[in-house]
């Protein structure tokens, strides 16, 4: 068993794609489903997000505090610490539509005695990460995250293209459209896209 933390920008969503947006929303909350299901396997799935988000089924919402990713991640860690949930702590992306059970229990698996796996993205930031102790998380994020990261503690880095492939444009949707989670591909039919029928 582990336990799973998905900060989750429920109000205005993923900017960059170029839609509007209630068109980005419904890709927001589509990828978040994926993700969230996706986690769902491995243990309690926690959803820090703005007061009003509708968490996907079976997951539990924790306030974020607005105070950007790294505080979002923490209020996620401090809620499954306190209610005693297991390690390791997964802390996911909530852009990551490919992403796959499999992937995640990879992840964990990857984990380090005392330490922490790391999931970089493409551009070296962070999309995933498990940790052995909610303790041991800083609130690094932003460009080099990976390997600021990966410097906290003994750490394992997790090459795996599910978990590198987060989407913030349209040109990510495209190139990703034959991995994606369904939740995201129906999103995306139901859009109209042109590649998504």
């Known amino acids: 068993m582990a336990t799973v933390v998905v900060p989750f920008r429920g109000t205005d969503p993923k900017q960059r794609l170029a839609l509007g947006d209630e068109a980005r929303r419904l890709l927001a909350d589509a990828m978040l489903a994926d993700?969230?299901?996706?986690?769902?396997?491995?243990?309690?799935?926690?959803?820090?997000?703005?007061?009003?988000?509708?968490?996907?089924?079976?997951?539990?919402?924790?306030?974020?505090?607005?105070?950007?990713?790294?505080?979002?991640?923490?209020?996620?860690?401090?809620?499954?610490?306190?209610?005693?949930?297991?390690?390791?702590?997964?802390?996911?992306?909530?852009?990551?539509?490919?992403?796959?059970?499999?992937?995640?229990?990879?992840?964990?698996?990857?984990?380090?005695?005392g330490g922490l796996a790391v999931a970089p993205a493409g551009d070296g930031t962070t999309n995933a990460l498990a940790l052995s102790s909610d303790d041991l998380f800083r609130p690094v994020y932003g460009p080099g995250s990976a390997e600021r990261f990966a410097a906290l503690a003994p750490s394992a880095v997790v090459d795996a293209p599910n978990l590198a492939d987060d989407v913030?444009?349209?040109?990510?949707?495209?190139?990703?459209?034959?991995r994606l989670g369904a939740h995201t591909r129906a999103a995306a039919a139901a859009l109209d896209l042109p590649w998504a029928a």
């Open 35 to 113: 993700v969230t299901g996706a986690a769902g396997v491995l243990g309690e799935v926690l959803v820090v997000a703005p007061v009003g988000t509708r968490a996907p089924e079976g997951t539990t919402l924790v306030d974020d505090p607005h105070r950007g990713q790294g505080a979002a991640v923490l209020a996620g860690l401090e809620r499954a610490a306190a209610r005693g949930l297991p390690a390791p702590y997964l802390v996911v992306n909530a852009d990551l539509p490919c992403v796959t059970s499999r992937d995640l229990l990879a992840l964990a698996g990857a984990v380090p005695d």
């Open 168 to 178: 913030d444009t349209l040109d990510d949707l495209v190139r990703l459209e034959q």
